[in-house]
Structures are given as C-alpha cells and as structure tokens.
C-alpha cells in the first residue's frame, strides 16, 4: 500500500497555501487574518496532542487545559522573573529566551502530564474522564491562588521571548514561527503514529484485552503517550503565551478541555490532520457566529451535533469522501 | 512418561460463596493436546483466564517449564510461553489481518519504545507474519480489514495470532465454537498440524473434535475435575455419562 502521488501532491499545494497565507491576506487587505491562521496554528497544535491520546489511544481526557496552562506559565513565570531580576525559588535565573522558556514549557508539562497520568491510567473509561477533569481543576484553582503570578487576573508578559534577531510581535513573524513548529510536530506525530509505539497505541484502542494477552503491559505504553500529549499541548501553550503576550488560568479551565475535544471532534477523532481542520473551523465559527448573535454557543452545538451525526467521522472525513468522489 | 511442560496443582478460584475452580489439578506434556470439557457454567473459561493471570487465584500453582507462573503478569507469562485464544473472538477489529499478526509478532520481538521507523514498512515483519497467515489459509485475506471477516475466518486469525506468540502451551477456548462442518475439518487439521510443535489445553463442546485430536480429556462440572483419562477411559467412565454425555446428544 503505497501512498498515492497526488496525497503528496495536494500537501504540497497546502504547504504552499500556508506559506502564501501572510501576503494573500495582506492582498486581501485583512492582515488581521494572518492572526487568526496563528491562532488555529497553535490550537491545532493542541487539538493534535489530544488527538493523539483520545484518537489513536482511546484515552479521553478531559484536562489537557491543563498542559496548555502549564505550558503558558512557565512562559510567563519565567518572563516576570526574567523582568524582575529575581530567581525564581531564589536559584533558578528568569528567561525571556524562546529557545529556552519552550523547550522547559515542555519539559514541565511533560512531567506534569507524567505525574497526573501515572494516577489516571490506573482508571478507565468514566472514571478517567473525571479525574483527569479533577487534576486539571486542581490547577486551575491554585493558578487561580497564585496572587504572585497575578491569580485570577493572569500574568502580561510586556515583551514576546526573543528568538535571535527575530521580532515575535510582528505578526509574519509569528505566523511563520508557529507555522514551521506546526509543521515539524505534525511530521513527528506522523512517524509516532506509524511507528511500534503507535502500532501498540492504536491496538490498545481497538482491545487492549488482546493486547494484553499478547503480552503487552498496557501502562508503560499509555503513559508514555500520555506523557507525549501533555507536552505537545505545553508547546502550544507556550506558544500562546508569546502570541497573546498574557497568560491566565482560563487557559487550563475546563471549558477549555471542552473546547479542545470538540476541535479534535469536529475535525475527525483519530486522524492525523483532522484537529488542524478541527482547530481552524472552531475558530471560524467562533468569529462568524459571535459576530452575529452572542448566544454563538447555541449554533456551534448544532453544527457540531449534524456533522457527529452524519459526516462518520468529522470534517476530515467530509473532505475525503468528497475529494474522492471528484477524481 | 515425561515431565509435563504445564502442571496446575490445587487451583482454586471463589467470586463470594461460588466456587468457581474447586482445586483444579491438570497438566500438559509437551507435544500433548489435553481436552477439557464440561457443561456450560463448568469453569473451563475461568479456568484459562486464571492460567494466563486474566483473573488472579485464590491458591494452587501454575508451572511452565517447573517454574511457578502464578504470580506473574499476564504479560510475563506470554514471555514465557502461554497464549490463549477467545471464545468470542477478541482481535483487532480496524486492524487488517496481516496487521494482527504482524503485531503480535512484533510484540514477541521486545519492548515497543521505537518511534520513528514505519512498522509497516518493516518487510522482515510483514513477511514472517505472511508466513503464519499462509499456515492458517487465510493468505489471501491479508488485506482485508478484520472486521470484515467472516465468524469462521476470525476463528482462524485467532488462531493464527495466538502461534505467532510462538507459544509453548496454547490455551484453546472453543476454537470450533460457530463453525460450520468443513471450517471444523479445516481447523482440527490445522491445530493437528501444529501439535508437534506446540501442547494445548483444549476446551471444547464440539465431540467429535475432542475425540478427534486429544491425547487425553479431562471432564470439569461445577469447577471440579471428575475425571482424567484418555478419549476410550472418559466414554467408558460412568460418572462422566450421568454427568455430562448422557445428557443426550445436543451438547451445546
């Protein structure tokens, strides 16, 4: 089974789309679009980590808000350190580097994600919704307590991180930024995914009582994709910090969980380019339907509840079975 | 007469006031196809469950190769040379048949930390697993997604899945359940194939199969075994017609 030219073919015409994308919205005179393609860039980024416990694992979490949280203090603790001139816990130097703040974003909620899975993967099923759902509200609430690292207000980081000469306010600039990190973790899911670990994930899916009585010891393999989720949505998060230039613990609220899964939901469980087509048609849909009327949810609910019903696995699937019936 | 490959001494196994494996004692010698059998409710499926550590016992040994298994995991113990098929088919459903093999396989080779290389692009994988599905006749099915297959062809792949363990004692729940009279045929000569290579606990409704391949039966009623014995000691056994095959002709 070879993977036909013209899918490469078509990626290729998307990247090139993508990387068009900043001056066709200048052309159309709304840059402010190069924005909006950020902000679905860096919800993509988290729509796919979830994607990838809850799509190819069977794992539903319901509180990877708060590996986007994490991901975006560490950002902006760091950063109020960094301005201050003091270490934080009296040690460790504040940092406005990106290729600094990012990469430890990630460490951390990567050991966040360790230790809050290492608890939860012992449940299944129902249980496991909620306790993730627990962990995470356990965070927001001490965020929320946090009054040095501005509580329910949220922390401004005054000055994006900087990266070499690069100006991360502008908007290309970020736009480019995120885009190639978009595209670089989409391509390392990719090989996960197709790998012997992700063989394993996607049979634990399917039954993890044959796996098990292949003789396979299913935590070791769930937390370690666990594990891979939570840093994945600490990138994005970090990455919103620096595009937001604030962070708040909105971002590791549960109604941001919600919004996640209705993103990987919207744009098919389980597949590899369905939380970025997920990602981008919330955010649409949030500008187009709140422009109109502020009750938004209402109409996204609905649209939400044709397409599970109907689309058999989301816009993805849409697009294929349309594309499909074109050639 | 030689050293049984599995030796189960004493097994018990209580879910409250029902005793489910009332000291259980069977063993396999290598190269041996051990029946077990028994009317519905008997404990025969309790019985491999508790053999593969599914379901943890209360007391007794198990013993692979003299050395106590009871305390393992499931997954250790498939390392040491168990594997069991399922009554009602347990595979992989998205999963095409090559792929439930391969997995398998790939899960006898070591732990599965790797990921970076395409697993379906590893042809030393693909053509091992090939093999097994060429032994089990389902070659030409190899592409198929296994959800698609019929009852009898997912009663193969079970089986299939369960030799590329490369096991040392297969663990047979109804391997013959749902088949027809041909697919029966197919699978007693396949699993008569494989017996040199591989002993098997065999549980089975299905007569004609137990008398057809088992060196010797064992007859489980109410989570006791009333009787071992070879297939002409067992059809001769009082005890076993009262309590089991007098029951008439539909044994089902």
Known sequence: MRTPITTYLSLAVLLVLLVALPTLADLANYPAFTSVATRVLIYGIAAASLNFVLGFGGMVSFGHAAF?????????????????????????????????TVPLAVLVSGAMAALIGALSLRTGGVQFIMITLAFAQM?????????????????????????????????QTMYYLCLTIAVSFLFLLWRIVNSRFGNVLIGLRQSERRMAALGLSAYRYKLAAFVISGMGCGLAGALMANFLR????????????????????????????????????????????????????LGLGFILL???LYTNGGLQALFSRLFRRDA | MTRPILNVTDLAKRFGGLVATDNVSIDVRPGEIHALIGPNGAGKTTLISQLLGELPHDAGRIELEGREIGKLSTARRVHLGLARTFQVTCLLPDYTVLDNVAIAIQLRQGHSFRFWGNVRKDSALREKARGFLRDAGLEDRAEVVTANLSHGEQKQLELAVALATEPRVLLLDEPMAGLGHVESEQMIAMLRGCKQRVSMILVEHDMDAV??????????????????GTVEEIRENAEVRTAYLGEGEDLC
Do not use: C
């Open chain 1, 68 to 100: 986007f949280g994490i991901g975006g203090y560490v950002v902006g603790i760091l950063y109020q350190h960094y301005s201050l001139g003091e270490p934080l816990f009296g040690v460790f130097p504040g940092s406005n580097q990106l290729l600094v």
């Open chain 1, 246 to 297: 604030y962070v708040s613990p909105d971002m590791m609220h549960w109604t941001k969980s919600g919004e996640l899964m209705v993103m990987v939901i919207l744009g098919g469980v389980g597949t590899l380019f369905g939380p970025f087509i997920g990602a981008g048609a919330f955010i649409m849909l949030e500008s187009l339907l709140a422009a109109w009327t502020e009750n938004w949810q």
């Open chain 2, 211 to 228: 008398f057809a391949l088992a060196d010797r039966v064992s007859v489980l009623v109410y989570g006791r075994i009333i009787a071992t």
């Open chain 1, 306 to 308: 044709l397409l599970v």
């Open chain 1, 139 to 171: 965070l927001f609430f001490l965020f929320v307590s946090l009054k040095t690292y501005g509580g329910d207000d949220g922390l401004i980081i005054r000055r994006a991180n900087e990266l070499g000469d690069l100006n991360l306010r502008d908007r």
